[in-house]
């Protein structure tokens, strides 16, 4: 079976200074953004994430998102096979003067974290009355 996207998640790469203060990894979680009339709809895939363990903060212009995994202990059975990395999430948008950034919506639900950007009322789209002459 062929599929066109990628299955695995992308580790996030650091900038080149920067240190983590958590030995553990990070990823980038997918992202699927949805532009509507009115706002934006960001889906963020972060399994392992529920509303407790997720942030985002608004800093400027920079939209960030957060999720923080813990990974599973079993002290009844032991891992015999690991396919599937445990990490945080991690992923930054630049905003532009298009978004109401006070009326930004997040939820999360099975591990998908939703944000609805309104769009600011100058950058919706208007429909301009059209009159004839007589």
């Known amino acids: 079976m062929t ?9 996030e790469g650091l900038e080149k200074g920067v240190e983590r203060t958590r030995a553990k990894r990070v990823y980038t979680p997918a ?9 934006i709809m960001l889906l963020a895939d ?13 800093e400027k212009d920079v939209l960030t998102i957060r999720g923080n995994v813990e990974p599973e202990v079993h002290d009844s059975h ?8 445990i990490g945080d999430y991690e992923r930054t948008f630049t905003l532009s003067n298009e978004i109401d950034r006070e ?6 639900s ?3 974290l939703r944000l ?9 789209t208007r429909h301009i009355p059209i009159t004839g002459t007589a």
């Open 3 to 11: 599929d066109t996207r990628e299955m695995k998640k992308r580790e």
């Open 31 to 39: 992202v699927d953004i949805i532009e509507k009339k009115d706002y």
């Open 46 to 58: 972060m399994p392992g994430v529920d509303e407790k363990s997720v942030k985002v903060t608004l």
């Open 78 to 85: 032991r891992l015999a096979i690991h396919e599937y990395g």
């Open 103 to 108: 009326h930004i919506k997040a939820s999360v």
């Open 110 to 112: 099975d591990g998908v």
């Open 116 to 124: 609805t950007l309104p769009k600011a009322e100058t950058a919706r």
